[in-house]
C-alpha cells in the first residue's frame, strides 16, 4: 500500500487495551493521517510511550513487558497490510532500551490536535 492510495478519511490508527478491560481490547480509533508515514510513525511513538509510561526505576526488560502487556496500550495502522507498523518485532527492544522524549511524542503527529486557523491569538 501507498499513501497516495489512502482510505476516504485518511488512514486509521487503533489503539487497544492490553488489559483486555475494552470490548474486544479496542480503546478508540484515531482517523484522519493523511499518510501512511504519519500513521505509522504515531502507532509507534504512541506505544513507545506506552510502554515508558509502564516503565519504573529498576525493573528489568522482562518486567516493563509484563507490566505493558497487564496495562499498557498497543497500537496498529487499520487496513494497511504489511505496510503498517506493529510492535511485535520491536516490543522487547522497546522494553530494553529507555525512550528519548522525541521517541514517545505521539502527540505531535495525532490529527485530532492540528491548529484551528480560526483561533484568535492574543
Not at 500513521?39 to 513487558?65: H, K, Q
Amino acid at each position: 500500500m501507498s499513501d497516495i492510495f489512502a482510505p476516504d478519511g485518511g488512514w486509521r490508527v487503533r489503539i487497544l487495551d492490553m488489559s483486555g478491560g475494552a470490548e474486544d481490547n479496542i480503546t478508540e480509533e484515531i482517523r484522519g493521517f493523511p499518510t501512511l508515514m504519519q500513521a505509522n510513525e504515531f502507532a509507534r511513538r504512541y506505544v513507545r510511550d506506552s510502554i515508558e509510561l509502564c516503565r519504573a526505576g529498576g525493573m528489568t526488560a522482562r518486567e516493563v513487558l509484563d507490566a505493558w502487556f497487564a496495562f499498557g496500550e498497543d497500537a496498529l495502522v487499520v487496513d494497511a497490510g504489511e505496510g503498517g507498523w506493529t510492535s511485535a518485532g520491536v516490543i522487547a527492544d522497546f522494553a530494553e532500551q529507555p525512550a528519548r522524549d522525541e521517541d514517545r511524542d505521539w502527540r505531535s503527529l495525532d490529527p485530532r490536535t492540528e491548529p484551528d486557523d480560526d483561533e484568535d491569538t492574543e
